[in-house]
Antibody, heavy 114, light 106 residues
């Protein structure tokens, strides 16, 4: 059974950093691109980042480019999202997902507030 | 960036009623994908590659379209179909979602 379990969320002050993790199981992690998607409270879905199988290629929307970094550890079947210079508008539930979005994690909440 | 415009934003349908949700892209895309989300839960894949139903999706759902115009149709609304539906294009980066259509049961 495919499982994606996010962790690392919480309350953080504006301008600070936070790193999210996603533990994958039930499939050969190293064979798949992976992605992060977020959803602000009572808002729609926003794609945040995608990473290639080896990690050599990464993709971001302008809203997070230069502040967020997606990475992976294939040996640990884990996906990460390093979030720097956080803003209040980054407050959201963050989901990790396979690149076809056929499987999603349960999501982890990040609140950016002073 | 390809902007996806969904309509309507919200709607209510009676049991048995036919429902159509549209998603228009600002530029042509190869396929459209749809997700269903109920309050407090993760999105679920619903329709992929424009017209293929994800596992477990009832066959009263269908998807169609091409180019810049796509739609999700429910042939006969049921109470369990009340949810928010999002379209997604993966044809080019940045990946973009529609703003969502909240479907309620009358």
């Amino acid at each position: 059974e495919v499982q994606l379990v996010e962790s690392g969320g919480g309350l953080v002050q504006p301008g600070r950093s936070l790193k999210l993790s996603c533990a994958a199981s039930g499939f050969t992690f190293s064979n798949y691109y992976m992605a992060w998607v977020r959803q602000a409270p009572k808002k729609g879905l926003e794609w945040v980042a995608t990473i290639s199988t080896s990690g050599s290629r990464t993709y971001y929307p302008d809203s997070v480019k230069g502040r967020f970094t997606i990475s992976r550890d294939n040996a640990k079947s884990s996906l990460y999202l390093q979030m720097n210079s956080l803003k209040s508008e980054d407050t959201a539930t963050y989901y990790c997902a396979r690149p076809n979005f056929d499987y999603w994690g349960q999501g982890v909440m990040v609140t950016v507030s002073s | 960036e390809i902007v996806l415009t969904q309509s309507p934003t919200t709607m209510a349908a009676s049991p048995g009623e036919k429902v159509t949700i549209t998603c228009r892209a600002s530029s042509s895309v190869s396929y459209m994908h749809w997700f269903q989300q109920k309050s407090g839960t993760s999105p679920k894949p619903w329709i992929y590659d424009t017209s293929k139903l994800a596992s477990g999706v009832p066959d009263r759902f269908s998807g169609s379209g091409s180019g810049t115009s796509y739609s999700l149709t429910i042939s006969s609304m049921e109470a369990e179909d009340a949810a928010t539906y999002y379209c997604l294009q993966r044809s080019s980066y940045p990946l973009t979602f529609g703003s969502g259509t909240k479907l309620e049961i009358k």
